[in-house]
C-alpha cells in the first residue's frame, strides 16, 4: 500500500512518515502542494494525506486539480480549520475525509483504512458478515448465529458502521460523524454507552466476542482467531 | 515640573523660522484657508457696497448742479425772449449784484469778449467759444482772499456773437464728494478690520475645538485609553462630534477590557492543565524504564492535552461565533427534531447514570439556522445537566410562542443561585462547588455564543429544584 503525505510542516511530515512505515505503508512525502500535485498524478498511490495550508498551492487546490484530471485516488484532509464550514469546503474540493488538527495517530490510521476499504470493498453488497454475526441492509434485520436480534434503528446504524469497518479500528469520533452526524466531541462518554449497550445485545449470550474496545483509540469489531 | 520650567522661556523667545514654521503650519490648516476665502469674500462684497454707495452720492450732488443751472438758463432764456439782449444784460447785472450765497456765476460779453454785465471779471481761461456743458477753474475772492475755485457752468452763443455763461462754483459738491470718500474709506477700514479680526477668531476657535479632538486621539493611541473629548455643553455640531467619539472611545475601551480579561482568564486556566501535564510527563521520565507505570502516566498526560486540546477549540469556536466571521449555513431546521436526535444520543448514558430524559416538542417548530451549532448548543446543556445532577428527570421541551421559538432543557440538580446566573455565561466562570468537577467553564458561553448567532438569547431559571435553561430564538421559519 502506497501512501502520498502532502505536508509542509517537516516535523509532522516526519512523524507521519516513520508513523505510515511503522504501521506497514510505504510513503512518499511532499512538502509543498505544486510537488504534491506532481507526484499524485502520476496516480499510482493507494491513498493521500493533504495538509489544507501549503505552500505554493494549497491543498484545496491539489484536489480540485487531482479531480479535474479524473485521479480518484481516495484524499483525506489535515487542516487546523474545524468548523463544519471549512470541513463542507474540504469535502466539496475533492477530500474523502477531514480530520482537524491536532488529531491522535490512532484517529487518523483508523480513517485512512476506512478510506482505503471504500475504494476497494463491495459497497454494493446488500449483507454484511463478520464470523456468525450478519446484518440484513434490506430487511434491516440482524442475526448472530441464525437468531435474529433486535436492535434500534440507531444501534442498525452504529452495528452497520462498525461492520463495514470489521478488523479495522473505529474512533469515537469516526462514529459521531457517520453516526450521529455530530461533528463535535461532547463531554459526556455518550458513544461508550451506546457501544456497550450493543455489545450486550450482540455478544452477551455468547462465547465469542465480536466487539472490542481498543484503548486510547475507539472500537473493533472482528471475529475470532 | 522641570520640563515646564524649561518649556516656557523657549516659547517666549522663539526664533524667526520657528515663528515662520508654525505660520506655515497655519496656512496649511483647513480652518485658515476656510477663514481667508471668506474673508476675500467679504472684503469684496464691503468694497462693492461702499463703491456703489460713493457713485450714486456723487452723481445725485452733480445732477443736483445740473438742475439749478438748467433752471437758471430756463429763466434767463425767457427774459431774452420776452425783452432781447439790453433786458437779459439787465437781468444778469440784477442778479450778479448782491452775492446771494448760492455761488451762481454769470457773464454775458460781447462778441469781442469784452464783459457787459456779470459777477466775474472775465473770460475764464480755457472757456471755448461755442455753445457747450463745461468746467472751468473759478477766481473768487471770499473774505478778501483769492482763491480757486472749481466751477461747472454752460456757456450760449447769443445772435450776434454775444455770448452768456451761467455757471455755479462746485466747491462744495467737490468737499462733499471727498468727505463722502474719505467717510467710505474709513467705514471700509474698520469693517475690514473687524472681518479680519472676527475671521481669525472664529477660526481660532474651530482650529481650537478640532485640536481637541486630535490631542485626544493621540494620547488614546499612545495607550491613555480612558481619555476623552471635552464637551462644551452647547449641543452644537463639535459637542456631537465629540460626545460620539467618546462613545466609540468607551465601546473601544470596553472590549479591550473585555479582551483583556479573557486573555487573563486564558492565561489563568491552561496555566494549570500545563503544569499538570509537565508534571506527570516529568514523573513518567523519572520512572526507572518502559513499564507500565509510565505508559500509564503518558496516557494520562494525552488526556490531560486533549481536554487542553478542547478548551482551545471551544475558545476559538466561541470567537469565531462572535466575531462573525463563520459562514452562515442556515436552512430551515425543526427543532423538535434536533431535540428527539440529540435526546437519543444522551438516552442511554442518562439512564446508566440513573436520569429519566423526556422529551416534550411540539411538532414543527422550525427556524432557520446552522443544525450542527444547534446540537452543539443542545448537547452541551445536556452534559451540563448530567454532570452536576444527581439523577431525577432532565426534561427538554421544545414549543413556540407568537412568533418565537423556545428550547428548554431543565434538570433537578443543586442550580444556579439567582445572583449567579448572569456571570455564569460568561467566559471561565465556574462556580465554587463545581470547581472539582471537570470541565472547562466554556459549555454556557459557547451555547450563548450560538443562540446570539441565531438571533437568540439564553435564559436562566429556577426550576424548583434544579435550573431551567432557555434558548429563545425570534422569527420562526415557515
Redesign the interface.
Known amino acids: 500500500m502506497k501512501i502520498l503525505v502532502v505536508e509542509d510542516d517537516r516535523e509532522t511530515a516526519g512523524y507521519l512518515t516513520k508513523a505510515l512505515n511503522e504501521s506497514g505503508y510505504t510513503v512518499d512525502c511532499a512538502n509543498d502542494g505544486r510537488e504534491g500535485l506532481f507526484l499524485a498524478s502520476s496516480g499510482d498511490y493507494n491513498a493521500i494525506i493533504v495538509d489544507r495550508m501549503l505552500p505554493s498551492l494549497d491543498g484545496l487546490m491539489v484536489l480540485g486539480a487531482l479531480r479535474a484530471a479524473e485521479i480518484r485516488t481516495p484524499a483525506l484532509i489535515l487542516s487546523a480549520l ?4 471549512d470541513r ?1 469546503k474540504g469535502l466539496r474540493a475533492g477530500g474523502d475525509d477531514y480530520l482537524v488538527k ?1 488529531f ?1 495517530f490512532s484517529e487518523l490510521l483508523a480513517r485512512l483504512e476506512a478510506l482505503l476499504r471504500r475504494g476497494t470493498g463491495p459497497t454494493t453488497a446488500t449483507k454484511l458478515r463478520v464470523a456468525d454475526l450478519e446484518l440484513d441492509l434490506l430487511t434491516r434485520t440482524v442475526k448472530r448465529a441464525g437468531k435474529p436480534i433486535e436492535v434500534l434503528p ?1 444501534e442498525f446504524r452504529l452495528l452497520e458502521c462498525l461492520m463495514r469497518n470489521a478488523g479495522h479500528v473505529v474512533t469515537r469520533t469516526m462514529l459521531l460523524e457517520h453516526v ?1 452526524d ?9 458513544i ?3 457501544v456497550s ?1 450493543l455489545r450486550q445485545k450482540i455478544d452477551k449470550s455468547f462465547d465469542h466476542p465480536l466487539l472490542h474496545t481498543v484503548r ?1 483509540a475507539g472500537y473493533c469489531l472482528r471475529a475470532p482467531e | 515640573m522641570f520640563v515646564e520650567k524649561l518649556r516656557v522661556p523657549a516659547l517666549r523667545s522663539r526664533s524667526a523660522p520657528q515663528i515662520l514654521g508654525s505660520a506655515r503650519r497655519l496656512v496649511r490648516t483647513h480652518v485658515f484657508r476656510l477663514a481667508a476665502l471668506y474673508f476675500l469674500v467679504f472684503a469684496v462684497s464691503v468694497l462693492g457696497v461702499l463703491l456703489f454707495v460713493y457713485w450714486t452720492s456723487a452723481n445725485f450732488v452733480e445732477q443736483q448742479t445740473e438742475a439749478t443751472l438748467d433752471a437758471e438758463i430756463t429763466g434767463l432764456a425767457e427774459q431774452y425772449a420776452q425783452r432781447g439782449l439790453s433786458g437779459l444784460i439787465q437781468i444778469v447785472a440784477a442778479r450778479s449784484a448782491g452775492d446771494r450765497g448760492d455761488a451762481m456765476v454769470y457773464l454775458v460779453t460781447d462778441p469781442d469778449g469784452k464783459p457787459l454785465a456779470g459777477n466775474i471779471a472775465g473770460w475764464p481761461a480755457g472757456v471755448p467759444t461755442h455753445s457747450a456743458w463745461l468746467s472751468f477753474a473759478l477766481e473768487r475772492s471770499i473774505n478778501g482772499r483769492l482763491e480757486t475755485h472749481p466751477a461747472r457752468g454752460r456757456l450760449f452763443i447769443i445772435p450776434g456773437g454775444y455770448r452768456l455763461l451761467v455757471g455755479r462754483d462746485i466747491s462744495d459738491a467737490a468737499a462733499f464728494r471727498s468727505q463722502v470718500r474719505s467717510t467710505l474709506l474709513w467705514a471700509g477700514l474698520i469693517a475690514l478690520c473687524v472681518g479680519l479680526v472676527g475671521g481669525t477668531m472664529t477660526g481660532r476657535n474651530l482650529l481650537r475645538r478640532v485640536e481637541q479632538v486630535n490631542r485626544t486621539s493621540e494620547r488614546v493611541m499612545a495607550g491613555n485609553l480612558s481619555d476623552r473629548v471635552p464637551l462644551h455643553g452647547t449641543n452644537d455640531e463639535f459637542d456631537q462630534l465629540a460626545a460620539n467619539l467618546n462613545r466609540m472611545l468607551d465601546q473601544i475601551e470596553r472590549l479591550m477590557t473585555a479582551m483583556r480579561e479573557v486573555t487573563d482568564d486564558v492565561a489563568h486556566d491552561l496555566k494549570t492543565p500545563l503544569s499538570r501535564l509537565r508534571a506527570r510527563l516529568e514523573r513518567a521520565l523519572a520512572e526507572p524504564s518502559a513499564g507500565s507505570t509510565q505508559s500509564e502516566a503518558i496516557r494520562a498526560a494525552i488526556d490531560e492535552a486533549d481536554r487542553l486540546l478542547a478548551t482551545f477549540n471551544a475558545l476559538l469556536s466561541i470567537a469565531e461565533l462572535e466575531s462573525g466571521a463563520h459562514g452562515d449555513q442556515t436552512e430551515p431546521l425543526d427543532l423538535s427534531e434536533i431535540a428527539r436526535s440529540a435526546a437519543e444520543l444522551y438516552e442511554p448514558v442518562a439512564e446508566e447514570k440513573g436520569f429519566v430524559l423526556a422529551v416534550m416538542a411540539e411538532p414543527g417548530v422550525t427556524i432557520r439556522g446552522d443544525r450542527h451549532l444547534l446540537s452543539q448548543a443542545l448537547a452541551n446543556l445536556l452534559d451540563n445537566a448530567l454532570k452536576y445532577g444527581r439523577g431525577g428527570k432532565i426534561e427538554i421541551s421544545v414549543y413556540r410562542r407568537d412568533r418565537q421559538a423556545f428550547v428548554e432543557v431543565a434538570d433537578q440538580g443543586p442550580g444556579i443561585p439567582q445572583e449567579d446566573r448572569e456571570t455564569v455565561l460568561d467566559r471561565f466562570v465556574r462556580l465554587e462547588p463545581s470547581r472539582t468537577t471537570p470541565g472547562n467553564g466554556l459549555g454556557l458561553s459557547l451555547v450563548r455564543a450560538i443562540a446570539r448567532r441565531h438571533g437568540g438569547s439564553v435564559a436562566l431559571e429556577d426550576n424548583r429544584p434544579g435550573l431551567r435553561v432557555r434558548l429563545e430564538f425570534t422569527g420562526l421559519a415557515v
Open positions: 474545524g468548523s463544519v464550514d463542507v491536532p491522535a440507531r450521529w455530530y461533528h463535535f466531541d461532547p463531554q459526556t462518554n455518550v461508550d454507552v451506546h449497550r486510547g
